[in-house]
């Protein structure tokens, strides 16, 4: 062979060689893209990286997000944000430099008035409209909210703002209700019954957490008949995880179909944001109290003039109560009040009102506070273990009249001595008597002596080991005076009489 045929059969077993490798590169990128576009009938698919959702669990998932779609729609146009200016009023600062204020005392102006200035202290929470008549819309809220603003105006979820004025408020039930002037149409918040809410309920909180706009936060109900809220508020609670931060105070709490069942209140947190613990007043606590805002501009509430506490086992067996009676003891009755003239007495452990179980301290206050003056009521008691009804014609509950001390018979709480009470007080096994847990002020039993930590160990000459003994003393009509024996440290001492 010659050199030149010799070098072509070179060049052309090369050429060859390098069509074979790309022909067989090209076969191995065809079976590639065949298998992840699934270009081939044979071809074997890649696994897919995202995971496969059930139809069904994905179709639940939607209808789930869609019915919280729907309440949010529904709902957010009837909460409101109310932005609140109380004018307040500061100490000048002093003069100069020069201490006046300590020494002497603030100056007075040229009119004799101590120098104070204004200043304007900005708020915001949230509301919810309830009502409309003609062209004024009310707007249910927290006491807190709007009671002692001296401007109110109101903000939609749409961002328009009217001006607005206090209707009336209500401490004892931190409820206030603001109005509002316009002709146009605003949708009116669809109220639920709140007594139907139990605990895993859905629960979605609306309004305006730290001045953001018709916010909407979901959870569950944690606990319903919460009590032990701010102080001087006589509601329950029904407790949520729902998120519910400043500014939300006012807003609506509504379940599954948009119905607003609470009004959110407060939260507790020791940091001041949530942390899962919100409360709302349960709306149904707040209907009659709105109406009469709306009519009244005030909240007229029904006074039974007792003076109660929740009875612990120890009273309860102390008073021959069934253990798991739930009810209040009557500890204390006003003189001269509705109680006292439908023959009610302090001991008796009210288990009833109006044939309806009583639950709670708390929870019979809010019901006795709900009955109208004039109105009837019934209450069956438990007195010496033995069960009593007593008709009682309700009065107006006044506050100076509720603030009488020297009207609240006899005016001291007593307790059994029991295991723990001896030894926080370290008494011995001989000790007898009934602790001195509390002296009202200006009270009968004050006037005659009685001091918080004597031991009471007769009434009226009686002998008294428990609180049975101790209240049938104190019933006993025999008896025309009021008068104690105690121990107090290492003497016994007879106090004072008192006519009652």
């Known amino acids: 062979m010659k050199l030149n045929e010799r070098l072509f059969s070179k060049k052309f077993f090369i050429f ?12 191995l990128a065809f079976v590639s893209f065949s298998c992840s576009t699934g270009g081939a009938k044979n071809t074997i698919h890649a696994e897919s990286p995202s995971a ?7 179709a639940v998932a939607e209808s789930l997000q869609t019915a919280f779609r729907s309440i949010s729609d529904k709902v957010l146009p009837s909460v409101v944000e109310i932005k609140v200016v109380e004018i307040k009023k500061q100490q000048v600062p002093q003069m100069d430099g020069i201490p006046w ?22 708020g915001l929470g949230s509301g919810i409209i309830v009502q409309k008549n003609g062209n004024t819309y009310y707007v249910l809220t927290n006491n807190h909210v709007a009671g002692d603003a001296s401007e109110i ?3 939609m979820n749409d ?18 209700v603001v109005s509002f002037q316009s002709s146009e149409n605003f949708p009116l918040a669809t109220l639920g019954d709140s007594d139907t ?16 706009m018709s916010s909407v936060t979901m959870g569950i109900v944690s606990a319903v008949g919460r009590t032990g809220g701010p102080a001087g508020n006589i509601n329950d609670f029904i407790q949520t995880d729902a998120a519910i931060n400043q500014g939300n105070s006012g807003g609506a709490l509504v379940n599954i179909r948009g119905e607003v069942v609470g009004i959110n209140t407060w939260i507790a947190s020791p940091s001041g944001g949530s942390v899962g613990l919100g409360f709302a007043i349960p709306i149904n606590n707040a209907k009659n109290a709105m109406n009469e805002l709306i009519k009244t501009g005030q909240v007229k509430y029904g006074w039974l003039g007792v003076s109660l506490v929740d009875g612990d086992k120890d009273i309860m067996k102390d008073l021959k109560v069934p253990e798991n009676q739930k009810g209040a003891l009557a500890s204390q009755i006003f003189l001269g ?22 639950h709670s301290r708390d929870q019979l206050v809010l019901a006795v506070g709900d009955l109208k003056a004039g109105e009837k009521a019934t209450f069956e008691v438990l ?15 006044k506050d100076d009249v509720a603030a009488e001390n020297a009207k609240l018979w006899p005016g001291l709480i007593v307790v059994p001595l029991t295991e723990d009470v001896r030894k926080t007080l370290n008494l011995d096994a001989s000790a007898k008597g009934l602790y001195v847990a509390e002296v009202i002020a200006k009270s009968p039993a004050s006037v005659v002596g009685v001091q918080r930590g004597d031991l009471v160990v007769s009434v009226n000459g009686k002998t008294v080991n428990n609180l049975l003994g101790f209240y049938r003393a104190l019933n006993d009509t025999n008896s025309k005076d009021l008068y104690f024996e105690v121990q107090r440290g290492d003497q016994k001492l007879e106090t004072m009489k008192f006519k009652k």
């Open 159 to 176: 961002g328009r703002e009217f001006p607005a004025k206090l209707v009336g408020k209500d401490k004892r039930k931190d409820l206030a």
């Open 383 to 397: 007195r010496e273990g033995q069960k009593k009804t007593i008709e009682v014609r309700i009065d107006e509950r």
């Open 52 to 58: 496969n959702i059930p139809t069904d669990s994905l």
């Open 337 to 358: 009040s509705p109680a006292e003239k439908g023959g009610m007495l302090p001991g008796d452990y009210i288990i009833k009102l109006n044939g309806k179980d009583v």
């Open 16 to 27: 060859n060689l390098v069509l074979l490798g790309t022909l067989f590169g090209f076969s």
């Open 101 to 122: 204020e300590f020494f002497f005392g603030t100056p007075p102006d040229q009119n004799g008035n101590n120098n104070q200035q204004e200043y304007r202290s900005q």
């Open 153 to 155: 105006s109101v903000a």
């Open 197 to 212: 809410v139990r605990v895993g309920d859905w629960a979605i909180a609306v309004g305006n957490p730290l001045g953001l």
